[in-house]
């Protein structure tokens, strides 16, 4: 018999009445934060910014014409326009006369929110990061991606206001990357400013109808948001043979199947059907949803998530 002992081999583990799998290895270098000298990064922002630098460019305030320092365009002069706002320069170049505009960036703010649930501590190889180090590392890239764009960053469940700049991120790194053994997998209710933006990262394995009744929350808010489902491969792939007991993580309840491979099917089938009642809820308040898997690069997440901040159609991963 091929058991799973928590205590000898690896344990097929579930959170949250879900079958995920393999032991929850605390690869967490993150935590190396309290030992690092009191000016360095944290490993985990360093991480997240070199995977924002590997995307693009970065993601712009929404710009168009209106009070600023920042020279946009010239445009020729209509009638009802100021003559202070002639550039007389530009106008001596031709017989005709050129307004200057400047750029106006009215940034906005983008709630990000990583799931650090225990469950998230989940990983099914050493070689793997735990879903909690992935989904960190995510949200961080794209709030090193807003920042350098101007935007306002906050970090949603927590009474930190929202900020930008690099205060901003050492502090939402030090947040993710602080111990949360209480933290809860549901979405946090906060009440969000009107036509702000949220980013949720998590396995998302709960009741739809919860994750549901919490993305409409805050769409009748009128609050615009992107779901990322990070799952670890063998919460996918269910690669088990044999006699396998499955052991929670949270609630530490077990399940003990004779033949593993007998339920991959109807499983698989399981999470299929969840992940379309997830889809079907964010289409239908007007949000996006995608998935990754720990064991492909972080990149095309965040090029995800960078397209729907950006109103680009969503890369779904392969």
Known sequence: MARLSADRETPARTGRDRLATGQA????????????????????LVEAERIAATV?????????????????QFRRYEQGDSAHLVDWRQSARTDRLYVREHEWEAAETVWLWPDLSPSMEFASSRKLPTKRFRASVITLAIATMLVRGGERIG?????????????????????????????????PGDALPRFSRAVLVSDFLSDPDDIAARIQSHATAGVRGHLLQ??????????FH??????????????????????????????????????AATRRFGWTFTTHRTDRPPQTAVLALHAALSGAPVPTER
């Open 25 to 44: 290895y605390g690869r967490t270098p993150e935590r190396r934060e309290a030992e690092e000298l009191a000016d360095a990064l944290p490993p985990l």
């Open 56 to 72: 693009a460019p970065g993601i712009h305030g929404r710009k168009r014409t209106g009070p600023g320092e920042t020279f946009w």
């Open 155 to 187: 970090a949603l469940g927590s009474p930190l206001p929202p900020a930008t700049g690099r205060t901003a991120l050492r502090r939402m790194a030090s947040l993710y990357a602080a111990p949360t053994p209480d933290r809860s997998s549901d979405i």
């Open 230 to 239: 990070v799952l670890d491969p063998a919460e996918e792939d269910l690669p």
């Open 242 to 279: 044999g006699r396998t007991e499955f052991e929670g993580i949270e609630d530490r309840a077990s399940l003990t199947f004779g033949r593993a491979e007998a339920i991959r099917d109807a499983y698989q089938a399981r999470l299929a059907t969840h992940r379309e009642a997830l889809r």
